[in-house]
């Protein structure tokens, strides 16, 4: 879905289904097991009600430089956002019961010296692998002229559950998982960053 505010875009097949079975094993055994993740950042507890999903952190300069290079390629086509360099990936293994609520990617309270602007997901096992688990994104589409008195409708797109899609977009963008009710779900995750916009 694409439109003149907020925009994501799929890229279907974007990585094979062999490389992806080849992720999920490289992030298992090779990155750092977070546990069920916490809720942002410096949060200390664990709360369900948010999230309930396994992490793992991982390098992969490979990978990165594939899905950078294709990032930035969309970004320079829409958004034009300064940015600079991708964060460490994470792999998310949603269970039974696993979930992520309405959430957006960037840190607007965060003093630090750069900022998350693109975010991405990448669908790492078929929709035929799990039940649930959709991940849904809020986007919003101008009124008619683009001054009316409600001027934005809100929209909640699915991403397609095909194994290989990236999902690119602004890290302002609300999106959440919904609960895997049967199977797992994998997904890698990841973030760009720039300077903070102001």
């Known amino acids: 879905m694409i439109n003149d505010f907020t925009t994501f875009v799929p890229k279907k097949r974007f990585i094979d289904e062999d490389h992806c079975k080849h ?3 490289t992030g298992i055994a090779g990155g750092k097991y977070e546990g069920f993740s916490k809720v942002g950042l410096d949060a200390p507890l664990e709360n369900h009600k948010v999230r309930k999903s396994e992490v793992y952190f991982f390098r992969n300069l490979e990978l990165e430089r594939h899905i950078l290079g294709k990032v930035l390629e969309i970004n320079q086509s829409l958004w034009k956002f300064d940015v600079t360099e991708i964060e460490t990936l994470q792999l998310s293994i949603y269970q039974d019961g696993g979930h992520y609520m309405w959430h957006a990617d960037n840190d607007t309270t965060s003093k630090s010296e750069v900022t998350r602007k693109l975010s ?6 078929s929709g035929k692998d799990f039940n649930g688990g959709e991940l849904e994104l809020e986007t919003w589409l101008m009124g008619n002229n683009g001054f009316d008195d409600v001027p934005f409708t809100s929209y909640k797109i699915k991403a397609p559950a095909v194994p290989g899609t990236l999902i690119v977009f602004p890290s302002y963008v609300r999106h959440r998982v919904l609960p895997v009710t ?8 990841g973030w760009i960053t720039g300077k903070p916009w102001i």
């Open 120 to 125: 991405f997901s990448l669908l790492l096992n």
């Open 23 to 25: 992720i999920i094993q």
């Open 182 to 189: 049967k199977g797992v779900r994998y997904s890698l995750v």
